[in-house]
């Protein structure tokens, strides 16, 4: 094609903060720069998580730039002994420079934090305009200034003497053209704010906000009576059924499994209708939830489980699931991990699979104590958890009558689930036999069916409806969700589904993207509906795993899961600089699902605590684009089209061939 070259010089390197500008939605959210700010603010409260700030100070201006400033001891600014530059400028202006990569030791200048990748405040000056960093340090008053983008202004110099007194000051232009709104929520900010001085005893948090008048307008949080002050606020004034539980449990320096000081911090009540929870890691908020959540409530379900059956509570016929017992649960939990792993650089989600036993372990027991000292309370919540599993075995069995009347025989290869729980049905459609024998015995079979599958599924773009069944495959699949195939403008009964998640589960490879392709392609054309209401989900299973030696007695050993060889590469790094020797690191890859012993497959790819699956859905406005391209893609006769397609489009797809 002309004008399409392709040689040496095509290749460019991204230098500094380059890749921060070229791609900013790899490093922080594009809504507005709320996450750039935060990630001041974070390293603001982990000066006081580690002790040494008792203040917390944030400004919004007219002109829009955002001060943050704290009295903690001030960024270095002295020579970096391997770079021979200012810390304060690495800290600024390098990706992957920082001081919290140390997680071996609670020696470190900051062992529990949120900061872990080196890329927080770099990025915040990456897509800014200006950036000013004022530092008290030395009796000393420090300055420094970047433009465009992330480029020093002048050299670091003292512009005046700082007494006694230390502490950060970093004001920010966030540039306006990297986000859809310049400004940033007001709300999210005041919410975030309000959270650190819950989570952080003693320290006083301020906003100032400028007014038009030159005027500032100011809140001050502080909150004596901590996290159970808090919940009662997210309550908003509606009464818990019995009274909230606080508590907290570290590791103590001789614990065997985790580090020194890790553990969790939490208020638990429970209502009669929801009210929203929330939950830390480090003190930085995790809106998606993640790992700690998971093991809150699995350390709460079997705290409350083992009190049911102590009491003897449970009626008979009735069978306690985690849902019920959470359903109506409120929290706020503050976890501290010694090296969190969270999904992406914003940090919404926590990954890390240790949490979920940490926080478990750390919960139950105080937990069970406690209800067994309050039994009133106790059997008021258990009562509430009682009534939520009736309700819901009720509401299945209506279900079940409703599609006893045509029900056809289930596939004999299909491995079904004992529970008739719609909502917590899963069904794993499964490459190949081997796979779908690990997968048998690493589900859990209350809850997950695992239906395998012999090759690739037939492309069923072209595929009339009337004819669809007459593949074996197909048949099978259909069959097992109980529900019609249907066309987009059609409004199919979804009461017969059989399962609130069908999850495709295939190799991590070439083939087994092609067989996702192609069940994907079997929901578009002929299941919509289910793709609609989010019913559809990919799982995504490692390609390597990664055994890590013990290190010493506060890490033992570990094993790491890696998705795929950036995510291996950025494991390496991060092991590199906990001090983990690389010669002793043990790296495999997974040919497959069938390589995978049962545990290995639970624990990455089945268990909702653990696993990574994505779901599938249709961008908003996009369904024509969509059809289009299945079109183009799985289309008979669009051979040409697909091939000045991919001419066009080949250099932008990363494949393990």
Same mark, same amino acid.
């Given at each position: 094609m002309a004008g399409k070259r392709y040689d040496e010089s095509s290749f460019r390197i991204l230098k500094g903060l380059e890749p921060v500008r070229e791609r900013p939605g790899m490093y922080t959210r594009t809504d507005s720069p709320a996450h750039l700010i935060q990630e001041v603010i974070d390293n603001a409260a982990d000066e006081a998580l580690a002790g040494f700030a008792k203040q917390i100070h944030v400004t919004l201006f007219q002109d829009g730039s955002v001060s943050v400033a704290d009295d903690g001891r001030g960024i270095p600014v002295g020579l970096h002994p391997e770079e021979g530059v200012p810390v304060v400028v690495l800290a600024f202006t390098r990706l992957h420079a920082g001081g919290k990569f140390d997680k071996t030791s609670l020696e470190s200048a900051y062992a529990f934090s949120g900061g872990l990748h080196g890329v927080g405040v770099s990025v915040t000056n990456a897509l800014s305009t200006r950036l000013e960093v004022e530092i008290r340090r030395d009796g000393k008053l420090w300055k420094i200034d970047f433009a465009d983008g992330g480029e020093q202004i002048g050299a670091l110099r003292v512009v005046g003497e700082a007494g006694r007194r230390t502490g950060t000051r970093v004001r920010a232009w966030p540039d306006a053209k990297y986000f859809a709104s310049p400004r940033v929520p007001m709300a999210e900010l005041e919410r975030l704010l309000r959270s650190?001085?819950?989570?952080?005893?003693?320290?006083?948090?301020?906003?100032?906000?400028?007014?038009?008048?030159?005027?500032?307008?100011?809140?001050?949080?502080?909150?004596?009576?901590?996290?159970?002050?808090?919940?009662?606020?997210?309550?908003?004034?509606? &009464?818990?059924?019995?009274?909230?539980?606080?508590?907290?449990?570290?590791?103590?320096?001789?614990?065997?499994?985790?580090?020194?000081?890790?553990? &969790?911090?939490?208020?638990?009540?429970?209502?009669?209708?929801?009210?929203?929870?929330?939950?830390?890691?480090?003190?930085?908020?995790?809106?998606?939830?993640?790992?700690?959540?998971?093991?809150?409530?699995?350390?709460?379900?079997? &705290?409350?489980?083992?009190?049911?059956?102590?009491?003897?509570?449970?009626?008979?016929?009735?069978?306690?699931?985690?849902?019920?017992?959470?359903?109506?649960?409120?929290?706020?939990?503050?976890?501290?991990?010694?090296?969190?792993?969270?999904?992406?650089?914003?940090?919404?989600?926590?990954?890390?699979?240790?949490?979920?036993?940490?926080?478990?372990?750390?919960?139950?027991?105080?937990?069970e104590i406690w209800l067994n000292n309050h039994v009133d309370a106790g059997k008021t919540i258990a009562e509430l958890a009682i009534k939520q599993a009736m309700a819901r075995q009720r509401s299945a069995q209506k279900v079940e009558k409703k599609k006893s009347s045509g029900v056809?025989?289930?596939?004999?290869?299909?491995?079904?689930?004992?529970?008739?729980?719609?909502?917590?049905?899963?069904?794993?459609?499964?490459?190949?036999?081997?796979?779908?024998?690990?997968?048998?015995?690493?589900?859990?079979?209350?809850?997950?069916?695992?239906?395998?599958?012999?090759?690739?599924?037939?492309?069923?773009?072209?595929?009339?409806?009337?004819?669809l069944l007459a593949n074996a495959e197909i048949h099978d699949i259909a069959v097992a969700l109980g529900i019609d195939a249907h066309g987009p403008e059609d409004t199919p009964e979804l009461s017969g589904l059989r399962y609130g998640k069908v999850v495709i589960m295939s190799d991590a490879d070439v083939d087994g993207s092609h067989i996702q392709t192609l069940l994907l392609t079997l929901f578009f054309r002929h299941f919509p509906r289910l793709i609609d209401s989010g019913h559809i989900y990919v799982a995504q299973p490692p390609l390597y795993r990664v055994d890590v030696p013990a290190q010493g007695k506060k890490r033992p050993p570990r094993r790491l899961y890696a998705l795929d060889e950036a995510e291996l590469a950025s494991i390496r790094e991060r092991l590199a600089k906990e001090g983990v020797k690389p010669d002793t690191i043990e790296v495999g890859r997974f040919k497959g699902?069938?390589?995978?012993?049962?545990?290995?497959?639970?624990?990455?790819?089945?268990?909702?605590?653990?696993?990574?699956?994505?779901?599938?859905?249709?961008?908003?406005?996009?369904?024509?684009?969509?059809?289009?391209?299945f079109t183009l893609l799985m289309g008979k006769g669009e051979a040409a089209g697909r091939r000045a397609w991919m001419e066009a489009k080949g250099d932008t797809v990363e494949a393990d061939v």
């Amino acid at each position: 094609m002309a004008g399409k070259r392709y040689d040496e010089s095509s290749f460019r390197i991204l230098k500094g903060l380059e890749p921060v500008r070229e791609r900013p939605g790899m490093y922080t959210r594009t809504d507005s720069p709320a996450h750039l700010i935060q990630e001041v603010i974070d390293n603001a409260a982990d000066e006081a998580l580690a002790g040494f700030a008792k203040q917390i100070h944030v400004t919004l201006f007219q002109d829009g730039s955002v001060s943050v400033a704290d009295d903690g001891r001030g960024i270095p600014v002295g020579l970096h002994p391997e770079e021979g530059v200012p810390v304060v400028v690495l800290a600024f202006t390098r990706l992957h420079a920082g001081g919290k990569f140390d997680k071996t030791s609670l020696e470190s200048a900051y062992a529990f934090s949120g900061g872990l990748h080196g890329v927080g405040v770099s990025v915040t000056n990456a897509l800014s305009t200006r950036l000013e960093v004022e530092i008290r340090r030395d009796g000393k008053l420090w300055k420094i200034d970047f433009a465009d983008g992330g480029e020093q202004i002048g050299a670091l110099r003292v512009v005046g003497e700082a007494g006694r007194r230390t502490g950060t000051r970093v004001r920010a232009w966030p540039d306006a053209k990297y986000f859809a709104s310049p400004r940033v929520p007001m709300a999210e900010l005041e919410r975030l704010l309000r959270s650190k001085a819950v989570l952080l005893p003693g320290v006083a948090v301020k906003l100032d906000v400028e007014q038009p008048d030159g005027t500032m307008q100011s809140k001050t949080w502080s909150y004596p009576g901590g996290l159970s002050a808090y919940l009662a606020e997210l309550a908003g004034g509606l &009464a818990p059924v019995a009274p909230m539980f606080t508590g907290e449990k570290y590791a103590a320096a001789d614990d065997p499994t985790f580090a020194p000081g890790e553990g &969790a911090a939490w208020a638990l009540a429970w209502f009669e209708q929801s009210v929203p929870g929330e939950s830390y890691v480090n003190l930085i908020p995790t809106v998606s939830g993640g790992t700690h959540e998971s093991g809150l409530r699995a350390g709460v379900f079997e &705290a409350l489980k083992s009190f049911i059956e102590h009491h003897a509570l449970l009626p008979r016929g009735v069978k306690l699931q985690q849902d019920d017992v959470n359903a109506r649960m409120s929290f706020v939990l503050s976890t501290r991990l010694l090296d969190p792993q969270f999904q992406g650089q914003v940090k919404e989600k926590l990954n890390s699979r240790e949490a979920v036993r940490l926080v478990s372990t750390q919960v139950r027991d105080p937990l069970e104590i406690w209800l067994n000292n309050h039994v009133d309370a106790g059997k008021t919540i258990a009562e509430l958890a009682i009534k939520q599993a009736m309700a819901r075995q009720r509401s299945a069995q209506k279900v079940e009558k409703k599609k006893s009347s045509g029900v056809a025989v289930l596939p004999g290869k299909l491995s079904d689930c004992e529970s008739d729980d719609i909502a917590e049905n899963e069904l794993f459609l499964v490459e190949g036999d081997s796979a779908g024998g690990s997968a048998k015995m690493a589900r859990d079979k209350e809850t997950q069916a695992i239906l395998p599958l012999r090759g690739k599924v037939q492309n069923a773009w072209e595929i009339e409806a009337d004819r669809l069944l007459a593949n074996a495959e197909i048949h099978d699949i259909a069959v097992a969700l109980g529900i019609d195939a249907h066309g987009p403008e059609d409004t199919p009964e979804l009461s017969g589904l059989r399962y609130g998640k069908v999850v495709i589960m295939s190799d991590a490879d070439v083939d087994g993207s092609h067989i996702q392709t192609l069940l994907l392609t079997l929901f578009f054309r002929h299941f919509p509906r289910l793709i609609d209401s989010g019913h559809i989900y990919v799982a995504q299973p490692p390609l390597y795993r990664v055994d890590v030696p013990a290190q010493g007695k506060k890490r033992p050993p570990r094993r790491l899961y890696a998705l795929d060889e950036a995510e291996l590469a950025s494991i390496r790094e991060r092991l590199a600089k906990e001090g983990v020797k690389p010669d002793t690191i043990e790296v495999g890859r997974f040919k497959g699902l069938g390589e995978m012993n049962p545990e290995q497959l639970r624990e990455t790819t089945m268990d909702p605590a653990t696993r990574r699956v994505l779901p599938v859905h249709v961008r908003d406005g996009a369904a024509d684009e969509t059809r289009d391209i299945f079109t183009l893609l799985m289309g008979k006769g669009e051979a040409a089209g697909r091939r000045a397609w991919m001419e066009a489009k080949g250099d932008t797809v990363e494949a393990d061939v």
